[in-house]
Nanobody, 126 residues
Framework: QVQLVESGGGLVQAGDSLRLSCAAS????????MGWFRQAPGKEREFVAA????????YYADSVKVRFTISRDNAKNTVYLQMNSLKPEDTAGYYC???????????????????WGQGTQVTVSS
């Protein structure tokens, strides 16, 4: 069982930066691939970024590539999402997720993940 708690969201202006954190409970955090998804009002939840448990594989959605950086600290049971050059279209609830897989596994689908956090809101004004 893994429990996930996101933090770091807020209201910012276009061009600003935010860093989201996702703290995980459980002793097996280091064996889970971690992902970030987002969901805007009236839209489906979409993939943002993911990192394998080894950290060797990272994948980004095209819409955030170059601007966002995912990282993890297995010693702190935490995964991060550094978001730079934020745009109004980045406004959404951001959710972290944990999924079991091999050391190089990176999931991009909702069904790839077993555990989800409650989300943190990011609002970017123009």
């Amino acid at each position: 069982q893994v429990q996930l708690v996101e933090s770091g969201g807020g209201l910012v202006q276009a061009g600003d930066s935010l860093r989201l954190s996702c703290a995980a409970s459980g002793r097996t955090f280091s064996t889970y691939a971690m992902g970030w998804f987002r969901q805007a009002p009236g839209k489906e939840r979409e993939f943002v970024a993911a990192i394998s448990w080894s950290g060797s594989n990272i994948y980004y959605a095209d819409s955030v590539k170059v601007r966002f950086t995912i990282s993890r600290d297995n010693a702190k049971n935490t995964v991060y999402l550094q978001m730079n050059s934020l745009k109004p279209e980045d406004t959404a609830g951001y959710y972290c997720a944990a999924g079991l897989g091999g050391s190089d596994f990176v999931g991009v689908l909702i069904n790839d993940y077993d555990y989800w956090g409650q989300g943190t809101q990011v609002t970017v004004s123009s």
